[in-house]
């Protein structure tokens, strides 16, 4: 009986912890620092009040995923439909050079950010990542609208871009 009551508080905590549905950014995400194509150190903040005005479609990925590849037909689709939004991507690669290249191989387009703190710095944490590629949906004046999502297809990610 104790093992089952063990295993069910670990389920429920799992799981909960999956369907987490944030809707502002974290302090500490806000302030986490990326690196732009120019080399330039960004925080986080900077970056949504760029776009602030505009709904923004996050693409967390890495040019080694193969998710992220499968998925890239998909966002390249949604952009083209939806050139209204901002499509920013933060990278996860394993060094700036292997994001350049992957931007220009991939001939993706949209606003570049590497995301040099990696998965476990403060926007890895506070996104709770444990898969790529990841989609966010960040709304006009900077709150989530989709947190998690790892498919171009989800309903909730599609809705939130009409």
Avoid at 43 to 49: Q, Y
Avoid at 120 to 143: M, S
Wanted: glycine content about 8%.
């Amino acid at each position: 009986m104790k093992h089952i009551l063990v295993f069910t508080v670990f389920i429920t905590t799992f799981l909960s912890c999956q369907n987490r549905d944030e809707t502002q950014f974290s302090v500490e995400a806000l302030n986490d620092e990326l690196i732009s194509l120019q080399g330039n150190l960004v925080p986080f903040k900077s970056i949504l009040e760029k776009h602030k005005g505009s709904i923004v479609f996050i693409d967390v990925w890495a040019s080694w995923c193969k998710d992220c590849l499968k998925g890239l037909p998909g966002v390249k689709k949604l952009q083209e439909m939806h050139p209204e939004v901002d499509f920013v991507y933060l990278s996860l690669d394993k060094s700036q050079a292997a994001w350049k290249m992957g931007i220009n191989r991939l001939k993706i387009s949209g606003d570049h950010y590497f995301l040099q703190s990696g998965w476990k710095g403060a926007i890895g944490t506070f996104l709770g990542l444990d898969w790529i590629p990841r989609y966010l949906i960040v709304d006009e004046n900077g709150g989530i609208k989709v947190f998690n999502a790892i498919e171009t297809t989800d309903i909730k990610l599609l809705n939130n871009l009409k």
